[in-house]
Nanobody
Framework: QVQLVESGGGLVQAGGSLSLSCAAS????????MAWYRQGPGKRRDLVAV???????NYKDSVKGRFTISRDNAKNMVYLQMNNLKPEDTNVYYC??????????WGQGIQVTVSS
């Protein structure tokens, strides 16, 4: 079992920056990939950015060049640096981890609100 706890969300004006953090605990040694998803009211949960255990990253097209995902395996942390935020980035953001058995784990979610 892996437990994930997000932190760092909040309210920011358009054009501003926020940094999200996610701390993994439990069987964190078994984690292969970590990712950030986001979900708006009544919408599906969409992948924002993912980072594999080898450090390879992939991003949703709309955040490329603005968001950066990074990972500190020694600290069992994953981060999402969000720059030049837009109102459409307003969502609940979820930390995700996939383990060696391809099981998915989720954090509780954290609100990011971007005002125009």
């Amino acid at each position: 079992q892996v437990q994930l706890v997000e932190s760092g969300g909040g309210l920011v004006q358009a054009g501003g920056s926020l940094s999200l953090s996610c701390a993994a605990s439990g069987s964190s040694f078994s984690i292969k990939s970590m990712a950030w998803y986001r979900q708006g009211p009544g919408k599906r949960r969409d992948l924002v950015a993912v980072i594999g255990d080898g450090g390879i990253t992939n991003y949703k097209d709309s955040v490329k060049g603005r968001f950066t995902i990074s990972r500190d395996n020694a600290k069992n942390m994953v981060y999402l640096q969000m720059n030049n935020l837009k109102p459409e980035d307003t969502n609940v953001y979820y930390c995700n981890a996939v383990d060696q058995q391809w099981l998915n784990y989720w954090g509780q979610g954290i609100q990011v609100t971007v005002s125009s």
